[in-house]
Nanobody, 125 residues
Framework: QVQLVESGGGLVQAGGSLRLSCAAS????????MGWFRQAPGKEREFVAA????????HYTDSVKGRFTISRDNAKNTVYLQMNSLKPEDTAVYYC??????????????????WGQGTQVAVSS
């Protein structure tokens, strides 16, 4: 059974940092693109960042470039999202996602095969 389990969310003041983790299990993800999406109240889910398990470049939505960094630890089967200089508009439920094939640049348009349950991030002003 495939599982993506997120952790690391919480409440932080504007300008602060959080690191989200996504522990993946249940299959080999070497041919998958891994990423993070978020959904704020009353808004649609949006793409945040992506990276391939097997390496290659990462990709970010414009609003988080220079502030967020996606990375992976193959030995731990875990994907991370380091979030710095957080803003109130980053407040959302953050979801880990896995999509078969493709590139990090294409993930926002790809069919997502697996979703995590989400972790809440709240940034106060």
């Amino acid at each position: 059974q495939v599982q993506l389990v997120e952790s690391g969310g919480g409440l932080v003041q504007a300008g602060g940092s959080l690191r989200l983790s996504c522990a993946a299990s249940g299959r080999t993800f070497s041919n998958y693109v891994m990423g993070w999406f978020r959904q704020a109240p009353g808004k649609e889910r949006e793409f945040v960042a992506a990276i391939r398990w097997s390496g290659g470049s990462s990709h970010y939505t414009d609003s988080v470039k220079g502030r967020f960094t996606i990375s992976r630890d193959n030995a731990k089967n875990t994907v991370y999202l380091q979030m710095n200089s957080l803003k109130p508009e980053d407040t959302a439920v953050y979801y880990c996602a896995a999509a078969f094939g493709g590139t990090a640049q294409a993930m926002k348009l790809m069919r997502i095969n697996f979703w995590g349950q989400g972790t809440q991030v709240a940034v106060s002003s």
